[in-house]
């Protein structure tokens, strides 16, 4: 003879024992949206990194636009160029480092053209470009996670050597000749 012994285990819940229907079924309301996200979390951290290497390079005279951070400007002056901006974005992991050289409507673009390339083929650690409302621009990127001090400084030296050097080659093609 074999003796089986089941074990049930009912779930019981405090209204099946008052014997009241239940008429209403409430559903779990979602819990609120997190106020900060990932992306926001890792805009901060570069943020505090760009700031704490731009201490640390000794650059005193940028300051932060906007209020979201992730972009800063910083003055420069240099033999040619006189009281420009390098301007610093944050982008998806990279730091882009930016100069508006001329103004698209101050030089003619389609005589320049040509010199620009060839510029552009001898400064290989920056890109020439025109940007959105077709002003000439000098820029180059590099890797936040990467960079360090002395990449940083040679970034921002370099940008503005090249930016410098672009402004007196286009000058030649001004569309306002002095």
Do not use: H
Not at 39 to 65: S, W
Not at 93 to 114: H, M, Q, S, Y
């Amino acid at each position: 003879m074999m003796l089986f012994i089941c074990l049930y285990v009912f779930s019981v819940s405090a209204q099946s024992i008052s014997r009241e229907p239940v008429t209403k079924v409430k559903k779990a309301r979602p819990g609120p949206k997190l106020p900060v996200t990932v992306q926001d979390i890792e805009d901060q951290q570069a943020t505090t990194t760009v700031e704490e290497l731009l201490a640390k390079a000794g650059e005193k005279t940028y300051q932060r636009l906007g209020t979201g951070g992730g972009v800063w400007a910083i003055r420069k002056n240099r033999p040619n160029l006189k009281y420009f901006q390098i301007i610093l974005a944050y982008r998806a992991g990279t730091l882009i480092t930016e100069v508006t050289v001329v103004k698209g409507n101050t030089f003619r673009i389609n005589d320049a053209a040509p010199e620009l390339l060839r510029l552009a083929s001898r400064l290989d650690y920056a890109k020439v470009g025109l940007n959105r409302g077709g002003d000439l621009v000098v820029r180059n990127e590099a890797r936040l996670k990467s960079l360090d001090v002395d990449e940083l400084t040679n970034n921002l030296d370099k940008i503005a050597a090249a930016a410098d050097q672009i402004f007196v080659e286009v000058q030649k093609f001004s569309s306002n000749p002095k």
